[in-house]
């Protein structure tokens, strides 16, 4: 018990620092995006948007889950890597001959013979992407995640100077092909770097990575369909401008929610699968993982709401007004599609990928059905709030299935967020009725207005959440949690 107790605090750990990690390099992420929002317009990032939308799937569907195979195996050895990194690179030459074949129906299909040639270079992209030594997949395997975050960091650091840069100068579309080529480089340079081993060409252990990987591939084959239809159909049922609309407004609702639920995820996944013998463990840790989660990306969502206006123009600037009710609606869907990355690490490390498969494939068909009505009756803001219904639809899906596995209790989860949802009204109501108040000493200060307003609702969560949580008697919980991240054994966890 105490072994599984110790990986428990281990992993928790190990997803604090990762959601830290990853907000860094996701913040130079948005750095990149706000640059390149001031320089370029909707059309040019719909134009790349439409032409990676093809990439992006193609991507998706030929994804067999080699790194997850890896993780989850405590016993793989060599002739696996090596056979998971011939895989990959077999993969990309695939993907960039089916994609040099789609170049010129798809500009004709999409109506734009400008996305011909950015295709033929996306699939240069590709065979790129399959060459970087697999053996980082360790970093995440062996719990070593402050490698993880400088691998990270170098590759996004890459193509952030890259396509600032030629925006800068040029200012053009291509700038954003060309961090995407930046990205696939410096990827291959510090994934060799940073590693000692190196994999062979092989397929040796194909057999037995297939055994697993085959849910794993129908699975991320619906999932593709599921992600990209929303963007597939503004493609074809709306314009350029209204799918870079989509595409930004998506970057930045996403930011406090799926952008924060992936590295708990990564982290999880690891942990998960060392632990999943142990079902009460297994369960405890679950509901301890989706509730610290929750603690942070119930408020942030509820932020990007009450504040897209203000944050549309301190970040986009003005030409991006139309993407304020966007990031509303967008910003509840990523609330609702926050959990999901944890239901997927606890369905890989519980050997149940079939169930992704299942869930998955009940969601492609209502999703498409409902998107489809929804853009024909009511166009582009109709599909958007199509969404978000679809959305949590799916992830009481998602939370039913683990609740039949006796890995989610209800009771238990609900025990642990209680005083976030509460604190979380409080917030809205306070920050609601604060932004009322004509600040007229920060008017023409529209960034240091934002910033007083992220201040006042921090504050307001914070201090409600603590004061509901010490009302409580301190009870073990998501708070007691991050308090002992930072204060060490005063509130040590049990």
Request: charge should be positive; glycine fraction near 6%.
């Amino acid at each position: 018990m105490s072994e599984d107790v110790s990986l428990s605090k281990k992993t928790f750990f190990a997803t604090l620092w990762t959601v830290g990690s990853r907000i860094g390099v996701r913040f130079i992420g948005f750095i990149s995006l706000f640059i390149l929002a001031k320089i370029l317009g909707p059309d040019e990032f719909g134009l790349v948007a439409k032409a990676t939308l093809i990439h992006e799937f193609l991507y998706l569907i030929t994804e067999v889950g080699l790194e997850v195979v890896l993780i989850t195996d405590q016993k793989a050895g060599k002739d696996h890597y090596s056979t998971a990194w011939t895989l990959q690179i077999i993969r990309g030459f695939i993907l960039a001959i089916i994609l040099a074949l789609l170049a010129y129906p798809a500009s004709i299909f999409m109506n734009d013979p400008r996305l011909e040639l950015i295709i033929y270079c996306l699939a240069g992209i590709a065979v790129l992407d399959g060459l970087y030594n697999i053996y980082v997949v360790d970093f995440r395997k062996e719990m070593v995640f402050s490698k993880d975050f400088y691998y990270t960091l170098g590759i996004k650091m890459s193509g952030f100077v890259v396509t600032v840069t030629l925006a800068a100068i040029y200012q053009t579309y291509w700038a954003l092909v060309a961090g995407a080529a930046a990205v696939a480089v410096a990827r291959i340079f510090f994934s060799f770097v940073m590693t000692k081993d190196r994999p062979s060409i092989t397929l040796s252990e194909f057999s037995s990575i297939f055994h697993f990987s085959k849910w794993v591939t129908i699975n991320e084959i619906i999932k593709a369909v599921l992600m990209k239809i929303d963007e597939f159909l503004l493609s074809i049922y709306s314009s350029s401008s209204n799918v870079g609309l989509f595409k930004i407004s998506r970057e930045v609702s996403y930011l406090p929610t799926t952008e924060m639920a992936m590295p708990v995820a990564r982290a999880c996944t690891p942990g998960f699968s060392k632990i999943a013998h142990d079902l009460p463990e297994f369960s405890k840790m679950y509901v301890a993982t989706i509730s610290v989660l929750m603690l942070l990306t119930i408020p942030a969502s509820t932020g990007v709401v009450l504040l897209a206006e203000p944050l549309v123009l301190v970040l986009l600037g003005p030409k991006w007004i139309d993407a304020i009710p966007v990031i509303k609606v967008l910003a509840l869907y990523g609330l609702c599609q926050a959990t999901t990355p944890i239901y997927i690490s606890a369905a890989l490390a519980s050997k149940r990928p079939d169930l992704l498969t299942i869930r998955s494939a009940v969601t492609v068909v209502y999703t498409t059905i409902t998107l489809y009505i929804a853009i024909q009756m009511y166009g582009f803001m109709g599909l958007v709030w199509a969404g978000l219904l679809c959305g949590v639809i799916s992830v009481l899906i998602a939370q039913g299935m683990m609740r039949n596995l006796k890995i989610l209790s209800v009771r238990m989860l609900f025990a642990n967020i209680w005083r976030s949802i509460v604190a979380n009204i409080a917030m809205a109501v306070g920050l609601y009725y604060f932004m009322q108040a004509d600040l007229l000493l920060f008017e023409d200060i529209l960034p240091i207005k934002l910033l007083l307003y992220v201040l006042v609702g921090g504050v307001i969560y914070g201090f409600t959440l603590l004061s509901l949580w010490i009302l409580s008697k301190k009870p073990n919980g998501p708070e007691k949690a991050i308090l002992n991240t930072f204060m060490g054994d005063r509130f040590a966890l049990d």
